[in-house]
């Protein structure tokens, strides 16, 4: 989603800019834009170069390239469209009438009509649709007023006409703001919408997100919700939205840069599928223990005794997040025995079940950014909270492949997945590293519990142990299988994918990635349920994709692929090489586990099928039309 990136320093701000800017794209924008402040010789007062271009980088590196962007000073910001299209018009940053302020926001001025119709009373022209266009018009007019009583132009009187602002503004948003008259100021402000302050030698950077940071520092001051803070070249004024001052330290990174590399594949979603051997490799060394004969099932970092006293979870997620929330409450119901909800978060937030007690609430989300993951937590959290029911509201479980986040900022325990940055959009090897959360919780609320003998327990925990290596040779095999099979795809524009029990949410995943990146319309149903209306949909032009492995309802899952097949659909099968799968026209083989393990070898099949369909249709798979990789918009 929209990106911002913005610098202070001795150094010349836009090659700076746009490189913060291009380790922003893989989450996805329409359009691009920066804006610098410099001073002309002999002159006191500066002057702002704006330059915006839709879409891709490339065309605002070639502008800036024809026509300059000086200073040391700016702002920077990737849009993805939410108010008004993704024209140049719309792009940020935006300014006032007089062009002396530039703007960049990400996330949502939800009172920005009202501001709107009340700033065009006053005269003001506006000339984008965007929700943003208020903010430098109304920061304009506060500052013109401060001037008025005699002020003179400095950071100190730009932050007190944003902290005037803010108070008009309602929504969740993070702002970047300059102005000519003071060249050598930055103001940040961060309102439920991440922003981090990077710290460099004598100079500084602010950031939406950490990766635009990489390679310019490792030291960071991630920002706390309604913070703002006055940047110049001497230093960082953290201020809180009634000005007064405070003071955090920062923090310094340790570990390896998060370096965005496709290395020598076609697109980061394929070297991200190739990666799942590691996600799950690293997973099993730090979470199951190397001596499961002696019964210590460790499976997260699930020390809190109030683990103890669960007796109910719930779920919040969305997308692809909240599939494997769907394996994860299988599992927790299933093999743990506790019972378990999923929730899409956008709706729990408006519309939350009766309170129920002693119940840990789980919020899952690569990212720790989506909106209404984070609202939903924070809803739930306050819902308990106002009713006395303190220690479960602040158990909340944190499932996430970004530990300095926003959701890590808000919810006390954090289980970190720890797939390393994910570029591809759709979402491959931190769905497995989600799963793979899930199976450690299940395994520890089912060794707490006692739900499970100490062998069944075990016995899963092997076959954990082995998937790494099963994954890897998955990939190898089904690399080729998955292309040839992909040009039976060239002129298909429906598929079913169907799937039962734990495989359900897999078969669901499979249809969310095929429809995102090869933009071929999917469902996803539990195969039980086609007889019931989608099977009317069936004829010879569409293929069903069939998750079948052995377990409690394999041949149920193989009677609704026969049905299927009456109907003339091609039908595609996921699971082991067996007689009885001989009934698929293809069959996708995968080794033979148990029912419990097969979703984190099923989905593998689906995520190479998809990728290889959507790369034969010439596709950009790794920013498919109209999608971000953090959603930070309600
Ligand atoms: C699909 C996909 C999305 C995300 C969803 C939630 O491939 O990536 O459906 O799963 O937007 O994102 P996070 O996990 O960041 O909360």
Not at 340 to 346: G, L
Not at 545 to 557: D, L, Q, R, Y
Not at 579 to 601: G, H, M, Q, R, Y
Request: charged share 20%; net charge negative; glycine share 8%.
């Amino acid at each position: 989603m929209c990106g911002i990136v913005a610098f202070i320093g001795s150094r010349d701000a836009s090659p700076l800019l746009l490189d913060g800017l291009r380790k922003l794209e893989y989450r996805g924008y329409d359009s691009a834009g920066l804006a610098t402040v410099t001073i002309r010789e002999n002159e006191k007062e500066g002057f702002v170069t704006c330059k915006r271009a839709k879409g891709k980088l490339v065309n605002l590196v070639e502008l800036i390239e024809q026509s300059g962007a000086p200073g040391h000073l700016g702002i920077g910001h990737t849009r993805w469209a939410t108010h008004g299209k993704p024209e140049e018009h719309n792009a940020h940053p935006h300014r006032d009438a007089s062009g002396d302020i530039a703007v960049v926001q990400n996330g949502i001025i939800e009172n920005h009509n009202y501001l709107r119709q009340d700033l065009e009373k006053q005269g003001v022209s506006f000339l984008s649709e965007t929700d943003t266009e208020v903010i430098p018009h109304l920061i304009s007019k506060e500052l013109q007023r401060l001037l008025d009583l005699g002020k003179l132009p400095s950071g100190s009187v730009l932050l007190e006409a944003v902290i005037e602002v803010m108070k008009l503004l309602e929504g969740a948003y993070a702002i970047a703001v300059i102005w000519s008259k003071t060249p050598d100021s930055l103001v940040v402000v961060k309102k439920q919408t991440p922003l981090v302050i990077g710290l460099g030698e004598g100079e500084f950077f602010c950031a939406s997100d950490m990766p635009a940071l990489t390679g310019f520092t490792r030291t960071i001051l991630p920002m706390e919700d309604d913070e703002m803070a006055l940047l110049t070249p001497l230093g960082i004024e953290l201020y809180d939205v009634n000005g007064q001052r405070k003071n955090r330290s920062p923090l310094f990174l340790s570990g390896v840069d998060q370096v965005i590399d496709k290395q020598n594949f076609r697109h980061f979603m394929l070297k991200e599928i190739h990666e799942q051997p590691d996600t799950a490799e690293l997973w099993v060394s730090r979470y199951l223990s190397n001596d499961l004969e002696t019964g210590a099932f460790l499976g997260g970092p699930y020390d809190a005794p109030i683990f103890e006293s669960i007796e109910e979870i719930q779920i919040l997620a969305c997308g692809t997040s909240r599939h494997a929330g769907m394996v994860g409450a299988y599992l927790l119901e299933q093999f743990a025995g506790i019972r378990t909800s999923v929730f899409f978060a956008s709706e729990f937030r408006y519309a939350p079940p009766p309170l129920s007690p002693n119940t840990l609430t789980i919020g899952v989300t690569q990212s720790g950014e989506t909106a209404d993951t984070l609202a939903a937590l924070a809803m739930e959290h306050q819902r308990r909270t106002s009713l006395n029911n303190i220690e479960f509201a602040s158990l909340q479980l944190g499932i996430t492949n970004c530990p300095e986040s926003s959701l890590a900022l808000q919810v006390s325990n954090i289980l970190d997945i720890g797939a390393g940055i994910e570029v591809g959009v759709a979402a491959t090897k931190t769905f497995l590293g989600q799963l793979l959360a899930f199976y450690g919780l299940a395994i520890n609320i089912a060794a707490r519990r006692k739900s499970r003998s100490r062998t069944e327990i075990r016995n899963l925990c092997r076959e954990l142990k082995a998937i790494p290596s099963q994954i890897k040779d998955l990939i190898k095999n089904h690399n080729q299988m998955a292309e040839s099979l992909a040009h039976r795809f060239a002129d298909t524009e429906d598929v079913v994918f169907l799937g039962r029990g734990i495989n359900y949410p897999i078969a669901l995943e499979g249809a969310l990635k095929l429809k995102e990146i090869s933009y071929i319309h999917a469902e996803g149903y539990p195969a039980g349920e086609m007889k019931h209306g989608p099977i009317a949909l069936l004829d010879q032009r569409v293929p069903v994709i069939s998750i079948a492995t052995p377990g409690v309802v394999f041949e149920k899952v193989l009677s609704n692929a026969q049905e299927a097949k009456a109907r003339d659909a091609t039908l595609i099968g996921i699971g082991p090489k067996i007689p009885e799968t001989e009934i698929f026209d293809f069959l996708l083989p995968i080794p033979k586990v148990s029912e419990w393990a097969s979703p984190l070898l099923t989905v593998i099949p689906m995520q190479l099928l998809s990728y290889y369909i959507a790369a034969q249709r010439g596709l950009d798979v790794d920013q498919p039309r109209n999608l971000a990789k953090s959603v930070t918009v309600e």
